[in-house]
C-alpha cells in the first residue's frame, strides 16, 4: 500500500480518540511519546466504562448474573489476546499488572528455582531495566553469571557477539524485540533458534512490538513473551505474560492466596489449574475486559496494515529529522522505506540538554520524552544521561512530523539566541 492510501489508517483512527483533539498551549497536541505509553479509543473507554456500570462483580466466584457476565468478559479478553499472539492455547496467557510483573514472575518463579552457581544469564546493554534488575537479583541469589551483548557498529544488538557468548552454560537469554531507545528490531527469531541449540531458554520483552506489528509466539518459539497494555491502546494496570504451557506447568506460583489455589487444607494446598495458578487475589478484570477491547480494535485496523504505515511514517520522520542542524539521533538508521526501525527516533541537539528542550517544545503543543528512558546502563555507554524520543504510533499523520520538525528547529533557534 502507498502512503496515500494507508494514510487514511491515521484519518479513519483519529476521531476515535478524544484526547488527541485538545489544544495544549493553545496549540494543536502532537503526541509522539507513544513508547511510554499509548492513547485509549473510545471503544476502550466505554469497555471500561461498560464493565463498571453494568457488569462489575467479582470473577470465578458466584452463581449471580453479573459474576457469570463479568467472568466471561474476562476470559473472553484471554481469549482475544491468546489469538491476538497465536498462543498455542488460552491457558499460556497469564494476566498480570504490566510487563514488568510478568518478568519477575519469571524471575522468582523460574530463575530462582532453576539457575544454578555457574550458569549464565545473557542480557544485552539496551535492556529496560524491567529486564535488568530481575536478573541482576536472581544473579545475586543463585550465583548466576550476567553476560552482555554490546552494540555493533550500527548502534545495534551485534549479533556476532551474542554468537560468541553464548555457550552451554547459558540457560537464559532475554532481550527486548525493540528498543525503546534506540528503536532497533532485533533479529529474535535467529537469536532464539541459537539459544534453543545450547538448551537455553529465551524470554522476550516485546511491549514496543505486539502494540506495532503481528506477533506469532508459535512461529517465533519463544519460551517467554510479555507486553503490557497501555502501550498497546489498553489502560494501565494490565500486562500479559506469555508462557509455553509445559513451562507454566512445572514452575511454581509466584504469589499465594486466593484464585491461584485447587484446595487449601490447614498443612498445605493444591495449585489451580492454569493460568490461573499465577494469577493471585482479585485481578484487574475492568482492565482486562478493556485490553480484550483494545485487541479488538487493533485487530480491526489490521496489524500488518499498523506496520506499513508505521514504516512509512518512520521513513519519513528519520529523513526530515536529517535536515535538523546540531543534531544527533542513536541507533541504526531505517532504510528508504522505514524498515528495520520502529516508529521512534531518541536524539540530541549539541548545547541543549534533553530536558530541557522537552520542555521547550512543549510550549508548541508537541509532547515527547526526555530522560534515560528506563535505560541508564545504554546511555552510559553513549556517554550522555539522557536523550529526547519522539515515539510515533498509527494515529499519527506526515503533517504532525512537519509541525513538529518546525517546533524543533525554532526550539533550538530560540535556544541559540537566548545563549548570543
Known amino acids: 500500500m502507498t502512503l496515500t492510501q494507508e494514510k487514511t489508517l491515521a484519518a479513519k483512527a483519529r476521531p476515535d480518540f478524544p484526547i488527541l483533539q485538545q489544544k495544549v498551549n493553545d496549540c494543536s497536541l502532537i503526541y509522539f511519546d507513544n513508547a511510554a505509553t499509548t492513547q485509549k479509543p473510545i471503544a476502550v473507554l466505554d469497555s471500561l466504562r461498560h464493565y463498571y456500570e453494568y457488569d462489575n462483580a467479582n470473577?470465578?466466584?458466584?452463581?449471580?448474573?453479573?459474576?457469570?457476565?463479568?467472568?466471561?468478559?474476562?476470559?473472553?479478553?484471554?481469549?482475544?489476546?491468546?489469538?491476538?499472539?497465536?498462543?498455542?492455547?488460552?491457558?499460556?496467557?497469564?494476566?498480570?499488572?504490566?510487563?514488568?510483573?510478568?518478568?519477575?514472575?519469571?524471575?522468582?518463579?523460574?530463575?530462582?528455582?532453576?539457575?544454578?552457581?555457574?550458569?549464565?544469564?545473557?542480557?544485552?546493554?539496551?535492556?529496560?531495566?524491567?529486564?535488568?534488575?530481575?536478573?541482576?537479583i536472581v544473579a545475586q541469589k543463585t550465583g548466576a553469571v550476567l553476560k552482555y551483548v554490546e552494540l555493533s557498529e550500527e548502534e545495534a544488538f551485534d549479533l556476532e557477539q551474542f554468537k560468541s557468548l553464548i555457550s552451554d552454560k547459558t540457560k537464559l537469554v532475554a532481550a527486548v524485540h525493540i528498543s525503546n531507545t534506540l528503536g532497533c528490531i532485533n533479529p529474535v527469531e535467529e537469536m532464539i533458534a541459537i539459544a534453543h541449540q545450547h538448551n537455553a531458554?529465551?524470554?522476550?520483552?516485546?511491549?514496543?512490538?505486539?502494540?506495532?506489528?503481528?506477533?506469532?509466539?508459535?512461529?517465533?518459539?519463544?519460551?517467554w513473551l510479555v507486553a503490557s497494555g497501555h502501550k498497546m491502546c489498553a489502560p494501565t494496570g494490565i500486562g500479559f505474560l506469555h508462557s509455553k504451557?509445559?513451562?507454566?506447568?512445572?514452575?511454581?506460583?509466584?504469589?499465594?492466596?486466593?484464585?491461584?489455589?485447587?484446595?487449601?487444607?490447614?498443612?498445605?494446598?493444591?495449585?489451580?489449574?492454569?493460568?490461573?495458578?499465577?494469577?493471585?487475589?482479585t485481578p484487574a478484570i475492568g482492565e482486562a475486559v478493556a485490553l480484550g477491547a483494545a485487541v479488538d480494535y487493533l485487530t480491526g485496523l489490521g496489524m500488518e496494515n499498523i506496520r506499513t504505515y508505521e514504516a512509512e511514517l518512520t521513513a519519513y520522520l528519520y529523513a526530515q529529522l536529517q535536515q535538523v542542524p546540531d543534531l544527533k539521533i542513536y541507533g541504526p538508521q531505517p532504510t528508504a522505506e522505514g524498515k528495520g526501525k520502529a516508529a521512534l527516533a531518541s536524539f540530541n541537539v549539541t548545547g541543549l540538554h534533553a530536558n530541557d528542550l522537552?520542555?521547550?517544545?512543549?510550549?508548541?503543543?508537541?509532547?515527547?520524552?526526555?530522560?534515560?528512558?528506563?535505560?541508564?546502563?545504554?546511555?552510559?555507554?553513549?556517554?550522555?544521561?539522557?536523550?529526547?524520543?519522539?515515539?510515533?504510533?498509527?494515529?499519527?499523520?506526515?503533517?504532525?512530523?512537519?509541525?513538529?520538525?518546525?517546533?524543533?528547529?525554532?526550539?533550538?533557534?530560540?535556544?541559540?539566541?537566548?545563549?548570543?
Open 245 to 281: 504451557q509445559e513451562l507454566l506447568e512445572a514452575m511454581p506460583a509466584f504469589m499465594g492466596g486466593g484464585e491461584m489455589i485447587g484446595e487449601v487444607f490447614l498443612d498445605h494446598f493444591t495449585y489451580a489449574e492454569l493460568p490461573h495458578k499465577f494469577e493471585a487475589g
Open 358 to 420: 522537552s520542555t521547550l517544545i512543549d510550549h508548541e503543543g508537541v509532547a515527547i520524552r526526555s530522560g534515560h528512558h528506563c535505560t541508564q546502563p545504554l546511555h552510559r555507554i553513549f556517554g550522555i544521561t539522557g536523550t529526547a524520543r519522539a515515539s510515533l504510533y498509527f494515529y499519527n499523520t506526515r503533517e504532525e512530523i512537519d509541525a513538529f520538525i518546525v517546533a524543533l528547529k525554532e526550539t533550538i533557534d530560540f535556544f541559540k539566541e537566548m545563549m548570543d
Open 201 to 223: 531458554k529465551v524470554l522476550i520483552d516485546a511491549c514496543q512490538s505486539v502494540p506495532h506489528m503481528p506477533i506469532d509466539v508459535q512461529a517465533m518459539d519463544c519460551d
Open 59 to 136: 470473577v470465578h466466584r458466584a452463581a449471580h448474573a453479573l459474576s457469570a457476565r463479568a467472568t466471561d468478559a474476562y476470559e473472553g479478553a484471554r481469549d482475544k489476546v491468546a489469538q491476538f499472539v497465536n498462543a498455542a492455547s488460552r491457558d499460556e496467557i497469564v494476566f498480570t499488572r504490566n510487563a514488568s510483573e510478568a518478568i519477575n514472575l519469571v524471575a522468582y518463579s523460574w530463575g530462582l528455582n532453576t539457575l544454578q552457581p555457574g550458569d549464565e544469564i545473557i542480557l544485552s546493554v539496551m535492556e529496560h531495566h524491567s529486564n535488568l534488575v530481575p536478573w541482576q
